[in-house]
């Protein structure tokens, strides 16, 4: 199997099983958050996150772009780069947050097809918090576990707040 191929197919799994777990939240849950523990996101920074997880980043590895100057990414403080919770945005609404997400699938998909093999498999792609040499496609897939992990996160939260949901949600079975 091709790296595109690979890629391709993780985007479009991840990104439809995180789709229909969103179809589980109501807009009455969007300020919740669990109730122990510290710097966590609500329902609704975690949503919003969730919009941006992927596509934004495969945009930034596979074109440079990440949305900032490369001076302002370099004098950024190491809280600008990762903030604590309370300093994350939130979504809206449900409505907005699946159009979000569509957007940033949209991205990924567009920016993979731009990718040739070649440069999956052999372009070294640092990233700006993190000065490791992975190739493009190793960069382009955590950027696909990234939205796996926030993936994973909902389910627990739609868990925490007794909703009915089971491994088979979590996979998209």
């Known amino acids: 199997m091709e790296w595109k191929d690979y890629i ?12 229909k777990l969103i179809d589980m939240v109501s807009p009455a849950m969007l300020d919740w958050k669990p109730e122990t523990g510290s710097n966590w ?19 930034g ?7 900032i100057s490369p001076e302002a ?29 569509k957007g940033d699938e949209k991205t990924a ?3 993979l097809d731009k990718c040739s093999e070649e440069r999956l498999a052999n372009e070294i792609a640092k990233a700006p918090w993190d000065q490791q040499e992975p190739v493009l496609g190793q960069r382009l897939m955590q950027m696909v576990d990234h ?11 739609l868990k925490l707040q007794n909703k009915p949901v089971n491994t088979g949600h979590l996979w998209g079975m």
């Open 8 to 19: 391709r197919a993780e985007i479009e799994y991840t990104f439809s099983v995180t789709e």
């Open 41 to 59: 996101m609500t329902m609704g920074q975690l949503l919003q996150h969730i919009t941006n997880a992927c596509g934004s980043g495969i945009k």
């Open 61 to 67: 590895f596979a074109t440079g772009d990440w949305g």
């Open 73 to 101: 990414m370099e004098n950024m403080d190491p809280e600008d780069m990762l903030p604590p919770a309370s300093k994350l945005p939130t979504a809206e609404s449900i409505t907005k947050v699946k159009e979000l997400l």
């Open 109 to 111: 998909l567009e920016i």
């Open 147 to 157: 939205l796996k992990q926030h993936k994973g996160q909902l389910f627990y939260y």
